[in-house]
C-alpha cells in the first residue's frame, strides 16, 4: 500500500498533473482534449498521463478510433483514507491539548495536573 501511495503522492506533485486529474473527475477525455488548454506538445501531456497511469490514478480504454483517459476514484479513496487516519490522531491531540488548557483556565494553576493511572476509577 506505502508503495502505491508513495507513487501516487509523487505523481500529484507536479501541478500539470494535478490539473489534468482535476479535469478529468469532471469526466473522461482524450490526450488532444486535456492537452488543449497547455502550451506544450501532445507528447509532454501523454508523458504527464503516462506517470499518473503509473501510479494508478488514471487508466485508457480503447472506444473505436478513441483512446478516453479514465480517472480511477479507487487510487484517490485510498489517499483519502491515509490522510484521514492521520487527521485523526491529530485532531485527538488537540482535543486532549484543549481539555488541558481548559483545566488550567478553571484552576488558575499555571502547571498541568499530574493524572494518576487510577484517577477517575472507581474505589
Known amino acids: 500500500m506505502s508503495d502505491q ?3 501516487v503522492f509523487s505523481a500529484l506533485a507536479d501541478p500539470t498533473r494535478r490539473d489534468l486529474v482535476s479535469r478529468l473527475a469532471a469526466g473522461d477525455a482524450t490526450v488532444g482534449a486535456l492537452a488543449e488548454p ?5 507528447q509532454a501531456v501523454s508523458k ?8 494508478g490514478l488514471v487508466s485508457r ?6 483512446r478516453p483517459v479514465h480517472l480511477e476514484a479507487q487510487v484517490l479513496h485510498l489517499m483519502t483514507r491515509w490522510i484521514e487516519r492521520y487527521a485523526r490522531k491529530a485532531e ?3 482535543q486532549r491539548l484543549d ?5 488550567l483556565d478553571e484552576t488558575g494553576d499555571t502547571r ?10 472507581a474505589s
Request: aromatic share 4%; charged share 35%; glycine share 2%.
Open 61 to 66: 480504454t480503447r472506444e473505436a478510433q478513441r
Open 92 to 94: 485527538e491531540r488537540y
Open 48 to 55: 504527464h498521463l503516462r506517470v499518473l497511469e503509473d501510479a
Open 5 to 7: 501511495l508513495s507513487k
Open 99 to 103: 481539555e488541558v488548557l481548559a483545566e
Open 38 to 42: 497547455y502550451e506544450v506538445s501532445l
Open 112 to 121: 498541568p495536573r499530574q493524572h494518576t493511572p487510577t484517577e477517575g476509577q
